[in-house]
């Protein structure tokens, strides 16, 4: 899957998110924004991987 894929469902998931918290879902929301976070740390990290750029400093 490319980055552009990888961007485009992480902010849906965030917008779901927002949505369900709007709503008074707070337990999914939380989920889906836990969800969110970590899907979007992976996808950077992976990004500096990918362009030589991450450090053990």
Known sequence: MSDFYKDILTGTIFLIGLLGFISGEFIISSTLFASAA????????????????????
Do not use: T
């Open 38 to 57: 970590i899907a979007s740390n992976v996808n950077l990290n992976s990004k500096r991987v990918k362009a030589g750029q991450l450090s053990c400093d």
